[in-house]
Structures are given as structure tokens and as C-alpha cells.
């Protein structure tokens, strides 16, 4: 695990830390951006992705520049960016580049974004689990030791992510056109959030440049709507979410030589109470304990982490 620490600016110009603080959470499908002054978030906003895996570096660019012309302004201290798919220090620079126009003299830091996680569940060490549009387990020790499992991105891994719940929500419903059965609940749930009107539809349009990550990510949704409904097959796809999540967790503790604690956080962490429990129960058989989902966003945990930076 890697991060930059890149100053837009020498650092004799750094200014005085007290200026404003603006946090972000760049995640796959938007960019949350928040703005503290004093410690106290005074602006909260959000754009597009700025996640140079998802979007093009252009695209990227032109949502910085909305975020910061709603919370930029004024002096500026410190950028703390957490992001996806920040595994080297190239990463890391390459984003910083894109953010330190938008504040100048700032002294700007880019971490992987699980790191955001484990800081906003209150905790200086442990395991932070993401799943949101992808998925990744970051950790640190009492020693200073770092540690990840996954977060190879979607054509690799993502296991238990938003985009693999909807990728496995098409393969479902492509399997049982093969075995000639009618569409059942979640295929139809399917098809109707896609907009098409046959399973066979499905495979040109999961390959089609006019969908993507995000797209299928999104219908993460049918697949946790499916299962609260009581339809087994997405019961079963929730439940694997939660145990490769675990998994994830499990790898990363024992390569850091710690019990916990592990916060599960993101989009489908934080909100599908069936993947929540599927998750705990496989930590527990494995005699992991100290579980916690996160209460409050990520973003919030920037505050944290520029004081362990001082």
C-alpha cells in the first residue's frame, strides 16, 4: 500500500494549517467533496467520478473544477483525496496533479480511499472493507505495517462489489435462458431496469461502450430488491457478496497479524443489511469478532488523518 504525499509547492510555501480543509471521496460512479473550516465541514457537495480508472483524465479534470467552484475559495491548507485504484505512488502523484491546480499552495495528499474508511470508523488500525462499485480491504497494525487484499479492479476481482452483484444478476439470467426456463423475478426485474425485453438482449448490451462499471454496478439494486423479496437466487448472491467481503477482511488480518477491528463500509456495506450479516457470520467463523458497520461517510474521516499526518 502507497500513497503520495505531493505538495503543489515547495514546501517552505505550505501555508499555515489554518486554513480550510477539504476532504474527497472519489469513488467510481461521483466525487464527494467537503469543506472544513475550524474542523467544522462548512461546504458538502458532489459531482462525477474524477477516478481516472472510470472516466477519461479530461473528464476527471472538469469535476474537480465544479467540486472546488462550490467549495474552493479562500485559503486552502490542506486536499486530503482518498480514491480507488491508488496502488503506486504514480497513482498517487498522477491525481494529486489533477487536484493542486484548484488549490494552489495547498499541501496535497492521495491515499487508496479504504484508508478513508478505516479513519472514519474511528480507528487508527484495523481492517477497512469496501464495497461499493468495486471492492477492497485495506489495513494497518499498531507498527505502522500495511496490508490490502483485492481492489484489482473489475475485469480482475471486485468480489462482492456493486458491479459484480449486476454482472452475476446477467450471468443468472443468461443461464437460465440456456436452460430454456422462463425469466424469473430477478430477470425481469432486470430486463426492466435495463430496458430491454429478452435475455439474449443482455449480452450485446453488457458489452456495449453505452453501458459500463457503473451501469452494472447500479443494477446491484434488482439483485438486493430481488432478495428482500424473498427470490432464493439473489438470497444466494447476496450471501457469496458478503463472504468473499469477509474473506477480503480475513487475508488482510492475518497478513497484519491482527484481530480486528474490521469496518465494512461504501454503498452496499453501509446499506444492505443481508450482505452486513452475511459478512459478519463469516468473519465469525473464523473467530473474528470485533466487526462494525461504518455510521457516517468516509469523507469524515479526513479530519483523523491530517492530524496523524501533523
Known amino acids: 500500500m502507497t500513497h503520495s504525499d505531493t505538495p503543489s509547492v515547495p514546501p517552505a510555501a505550505v501555508p499555515s ?3 480550510a480543509v477539504i476532504g474527497l471521496d472519489i469513488g467510481g460512479t461521483k466525487t464527494r467533496g467537503v469543506r472544513f473550516e475550524s474542523g467544522v465541514p462548512v461546504a458538502d457537495e458532489s459531482v462525477g467520478s474524477a477516478n481516472v480508472q472510470n472516466v477519461t483524465p479530461e473528464e476527471a479534470a472538469r469535476n474537480l473544477a465544479e467540486l472546488f467552484s462550490r467549495i474552493g475559495g479562500g485559503t486552502i491548507a490542506r486536499v486530503y483525496a482518498g480514491a480507488g485504484g491508488i496502488d503506486t505512488d504514480e497513482d498517487a502523484a498522477a491525481l494529486a496533479a489533477l487536484i493542486a491546480p484548484h488549490a494552489p499552495g495547498a499541501r496535497v495528499t492521495v491515499v487508496h480511499d479504504s484508508r478513508l474508511l478505516l479513519a472514519a470508523g474511528g480507528a487508527a488500525t484495523g481492517v477497512a472493507v469496501i464495497a461499493g462499485t468495486g471492492s477492497a480491504a485495506w489495513g494497518r497494525n499498531a507498527e505502522g505495517a500495511e496490508a490490502r487484499a483485492g481492489g484489482w479492479g473489475y475485469l480482475l476481482g471486485d468480489e462482492g462489489s456493486g458491479y459484480w452483484l449486476g454482472r452475476e444478476a446477467v450471468r443468472h439470467s443468461l443461464r437460465r435462458m440456456n436452460q430454456g426456463l422462463e425469466p424469473d423475478e430477478l430477470t425481469r426485474a432486470l430486463l426492466a431496469s435495463c430496458g430491454t425485453d429478452h435475455p439474449n438482449k443482455l449480452i450485446a448490451l453488457f458489452h456495449s461502450p453505452a453501458t459500463g462499471r457503473r451501469f452494472w454496478a447500479q443494477q446491484a439494486r434488482v439483485v438486493v430488491e430481488a432478495a428482500d423479496a424473498g427470490h432464493p437466487a439473489s ?76
Open 17 to 19: 494549517p489554518d486554513g
Open 235 to 310: 438470497q444466494a448472491l447476496i450471501g457469496q457478496a458478503g463472504r468473499d467481503l469477509a474473506d477480503l477482511a480475513a487475508q488482510t488480518l492475518r497478513q497484519l497479524g491482527i484481530a480486528g477491528p474490521v469496518i465494512l463500509g461504501s454503498g452496499l456495506g453501509m446499506n444492505v443489511v443481508r450482505l452486513q450479516d452475511a459478512f459478519r457470520t463469516a468473519l465469525a467463523a473464523e473467530g473474528i469478532t470485533d466487526v462494525r458497520v461504518l455510521q457516517q461517510e468516509p469523507v469524515f474521516g479526513v479530519l483523523q488523518l491530517v492530524a496523524e499526518q501533523d
